[in-house]
């Protein structure tokens, strides 16, 4: 008798279960209804989290050990070669203006030769897949990605700007600067960064301005000129004060660390809230890497306090200046693509050494971009924005013919750092 009874509810519990299964599945099937969204925002959050990611998304500790800062075993993003692609540029250079520092737009300043905009990075044992920018969008929305660095790291976000407009003018991306204390002082020439956000999606792009990744705090001297303490094991207040709201951090440094950068700047370099004395980093190379290191190690602390933050170093970009500097003449009037050679292989680790060494170990990874950039000497704005210095006045009757200004260190965009952007998209 129990049996029977036993029976007949399982027979009653499965054919509830039938008719909740067929009731999901009309709910389901309905592009409009609610609940089809939440389940599958559920599936793409649980998808996209770290313990359920794929080899592509593996510990960061691992992936920031690797030389190759690939997030799997198998590919290779610092690995491979430069290839030819029809489907290059992926904006144009002369209508991107609202994003676009004109000084970087080599077509608007006449170069006459573009080849070398039709080349794309193949990574060494898979295929990125190709960039597209309603799809960045939907996978950035509610999302905030933050560049922190020197001038390069300037060109990688408004690269980024262009990639995500499309290049084209886009009056409904708003300007949100004010939200992160990014407005133009009172004198000042431009604003320390710019913030902007895509209403449709809800994600922001932001870049400060932090050369040295250190710590910039006004000193208290009365006489000019007025100096700058450069703490150097403190990271920007820009970074402590709004870590919390970034989703995906870039950061940069590199070309600044120079004693007449430094010197002109009026910076003068602290360490534990004093005047460095020491004649170790005195040496600005050892203060560069002992910078870099300090900036790593603050924020590898700072991760799992955040544990959406995806965090990237980016190697240093390659300056290609030849028979002199940028102020005595040197340029890079190449204008063949790859005349320097196409791939990179090998086993190695990064070509900057210094990036490589602070985020081993660590949860941050390395955007590393030094060699595969070090093979486009032909994409620099050399030959496109030549600035001829005034004349100086050597004695009373006579002046000398100053060499041209050459800019062999920043990219034509479209460019190099578009390449740069896809290769930390394939990585988020």
Same mark, same amino acid.
């Given at each position: 008798?129990?049996?029977?009874?036993?029976?007949?509810?399982?027979?009653?519990?499965?054919?509830?279960?039938?008719?909740?299964?067929?009731?999901?599945?009309?709910?389901?099937? *309905?592009?409009?209804?609610?609940?089809?969204?939440?389940?599958?925002?559920?599936?793409?959050?649980?998808?996209?989290?770290? =313990?359920? *990611?794929?080899? =592509?998304? *593996? *510990?960061?500790?691992?992936?920031?050990?690797?030389?190759?800062?690939?997030?799997? =075993?198998? /590919?290779?993003?610092?690995?491979?070669?430069?290839?030819?692609?029809?489907?290059?540029?992926?904006?144009?250079?002369?209508?991107?203006?609202?994003?676009?520092?004109?000084?970087?737009? /080599?077509?608007?300043?006449?170069?006459?030769?573009?080849?070398?905009?039709?080349?794309?990075?193949?990574?060494?044992?898979?295929?990125?897949?190709?960039?597209?920018?309603?799809?960045?969008?939907?996978?950035?929305?509610?999302?905030?990605?933050?560049?922190?660095?020197?001038?390069?790291?300037?060109?990688?976000?408004?690269?980024?700007? /262009?990639?995500?407009?499309?290049?084209?003018?886009?009056?409904?991306?708003?300007?949100?600067?004010?939200?992160?204390?990014?407005?133009?002082?009172?004198?000042?020439?431009?604003?320390?960064?710019?913030?902007?956000?895509?209403?449709?999606?809800? #994600?922001?792009?932001?870049?400060?301005?932090?050369?040295?990744?250190?710590?910039?705090?006004?000193?208290?001297?009365?006489?000019?000129?007025?100096?700058?303490?450069?703490?150097?094991?403190?990271?920007?207040?820009?970074?402590?004060?709004?870590?919390?709201?970034?989703?995906?951090?870039?950061?940069?440094?590199?070309?600044?660390?120079?004693?007449?950068?430094?010197?002109?700047?009026?910076?003068?370099?602290?360490?534990?809230?004093?005047?460095?004395?020491?004649?170790?980093?005195?040496?600005?190379?050892?203060?560069?890497?002992? #910078?870099?290191?300090?900036?790593?190690?603050?924020?590898?602390?700072?991760?799992?306090?955040?544990?959406?933050?995806?965090?990237?170093?980016?190697?240093?970009?390659?300056?290609?200046?030849?028979?002199?500097?940028?102020?005595?003449?040197?340029?890079?009037?190449?204008?063949?693509?790859?005349?320097?050679?196409?791939?990179?292989?090998?086993?190695?680790?990064?070509?900057?050494?210094?990036?490589?060494?602070?985020?081993?170990?660590?949860?941050?990874?390395?955007?590393?971009?030094?060699?595969?950039?070090?093979?486009?000497?032909?994409?620099?704005?050399?030959?496109?924005?030549?600035?001829?210095?005034?004349?100086?006045?050597?004695?009373?009757?006579?002046?000398?013919?100053?060499?041209?200004?050459?800019? /062999?260190?920043?990219?034509?965009?479209?460019?190099?750092?578009?390449?740069?952007?896809?290769?930390?998209?394939?990585?988020?």
């Amino acid at each position: 008798m129990f049996g029977g009874k036993s029976y007949m509810l399982r027979g009653s519990v499965s054919l509830a279960l039938v008719l909740l299964i067929l009731l999901m599945l009309t709910l389901l099937v *309905s592009e409009e209804n609610p609940l089809r969204a939440s389940l599958f925002d559920v599936q793409r959050q649980f998808l996209d989290s770290p =313990s359920s *990611s794929s080899s =592509s998304s *593996s *510990s960061s500790s691992s992936s920031s050990s690797s030389s190759s800062s690939s997030s799997s =075993s198998v /590919c290779n993003f610092a690995k491979g070669k430069w290839v030819k692609d029809r489907k290059r540029p992926l904006y144009s250079g002369s209508e991107c203006k609202q994003w676009l520092s004109s000084m970087w737009a /080599c077509r608007v300043m006449g170069r006459p030769d573009f080849s070398f905009e039709g080349y794309r990075w193949q990574p060494q044992g898979c295929n990125m897949p190709q960039f597209d920018r309603f799809t960045f969008l939907t996978r950035m929305q509610n999302k905030t990605i933050a560049f922190i660095g020197d001038s390069l790291g300037r060109q990688q976000f408004q690269s980024l700007m /262009c990639m995500a407009t499309g290049g084209q003018d886009s009056p409904e991306v708003q300007n949100v600067g004010w939200e992160y204390g990014l407005v133009k002082a009172k004198g000042a020439l431009r604003p320390d960064g710019w913030a902007y956000r895509f209403p449709t999606t809800n #994600t922001t792009i932001l870049y400060y301005w932090s050369a040295s990744l250190s710590d910039l705090v006004p000193m208290n001297n009365t006489d000019p000129p007025r100096l700058t303490a450069m703490h150097l094991d403190r990271p920007p207040a820009f970074m402590r004060n709004y870590l919390h709201r970034f989703d995906v951090l870039v950061l940069n440094t590199g070309h600044h660390w120079n004693r007449g950068k430094i010197e002109g700047n009026h910076w003068v370099m602290h360490v534990n809230g004093t005047k460095v004395e020491g004649e170790f980093l005195k040496d600005i190379s050892h203060a560069k890497v002992f #910078t870099i290191h300090s900036v790593a190690k603050w924020l590898d602390a700072q991760l799992p306090l955040h544990p959406r933050l995806k965090a990237f170093f980016r190697t240093i970009s390659p300056r290609h200046f030849r028979n002199g500097d940028w102020n005595t003449g040197g340029n890079c009037n190449n204008t063949v693509p790859l005349s320097r050679g196409s791939e990179i292989t090998g086993d190695d680790g990064s070509v900057d050494t210094t990036v490589e060494s602070a985020v081993n170990g660590t949860r941050i990874k390395i955007l590393d971009i030094t060699a595969l950039s070090e093979l486009r000497d032909e994409a620099h704005i050399s030959g496109s924005k030549l600035k001829p210095r005034k004349p100086k006045k050597v004695r009373s009757n006579v002046t000398s013919t100053a060499p041209a200004v050459n800019d /062999c260190l920043h990219w034509c965009l479209p460019g190099i750092p578009d390449t740069w952007n896809e290769l930390f998209i394939a990585q988020v």
